[in-house]
């Protein structure tokens, strides 16, 4: 459960990572996909991520803290916005690559891709990028409530076969409707626990070599 959220800060060089030494989920998407409304539904405030009609609005790290830091959010630049000017986009894309190549709280990237159409080849790009670099993500269906209940079980077939990966491990959502959160907290739970046990089994290793060590 998300009791308390609030935004923290934007980060706009890949330097300039914050660690906060605990975990986080970055929340990653081309752009009006609904990353925005999706933090938003998820955290039950209306206005902490801001939501703009124009996509591409998300040009920087978006820090947020989620039950007086336990986790954090990190909302990334939306990709995939063709009005952007090419320079732009490689920036954003250089900031992005360096937050998931550097941070060191990263647990999972939530991917979220807009339900209605077929992954684009920004998506494909990423997922694969993710799986290059042993990089756990979680594909997020987003604006379910635009289809029927037949049309969400095509469309789930399609984003899977186009990213290779199970119907099954695809979450479906709607901010609009406010579907789907059950799900998502639920994988946000496990997330949590397995990154507590690693770090437990770390510190447990350490222990270990350190009597070792004396001995």
């Not at 955290?43 to 986790?71: C, D, H, M, V, W």
């Not at 630049?77 to 060191?104: C, D, F, M, Q």
């Not at 997020?140 to 049309?151: F, M, V």
Request: net charge neutral; with cysteine; glycine share 6%.
């Amino acid at each position: 459960m998300i009791k308390q959220a609030k935004f923290v800060t934007s980060v706009a060089d890949g330097k300039n990572i914050q660690d906060f030494g605990v975990p986080e989920i970055a929340i990653a998407g081309k752009s009006n996909v609904g990353k925005s409304s999706f933090i938003n539904f998820m955290t039950n405030q209306n206005k902490l991520a801001k939501t703009s009609s124009e996509p591409g609005r998300t040009r920087l790290l978006n820090y947020f803290e989620i039950n007086n830091g336990e986790y954090y959010f990190v909302d990334l630049p939306g990709y995939g916005y063709a009005k952007v000017a090419h320079g732009e986009k490689e920036k954003w894309g250089v900031l992005i690559e360096n937050y998931l190549r550097t941070s060191k709280n990263l647990i999972n990237v939530f991917v979220l891709v807009d339900m209605r159409h077929e992954p684009t080849n920004d998506d494909k790009m990423l997922i694969n990028y993710l799986f290059a670099y042993h990089i756990p993500f979680t594909v997020i269906a987003t604006k379910a409530d635009k289809l029927s209940r037949a049309q969400q079980q095509k469309c789930k077939a399609v984003i899977a076969t186009s990213l290779a990966i199970g119907v099954n491990d695809i979450l479906v959502t709607s901010a609009e409707k406010k579907t789907g959160k059950e799900g998502v907290l639920a994988r946000i739970d496990n997330l949590l626990a397995y990154a507590e046990q690693l770090k437990v089994n770390s510190h447990s290793g350490a222990d270990e070599e350190e009597e070792t060590a004396k001995n």
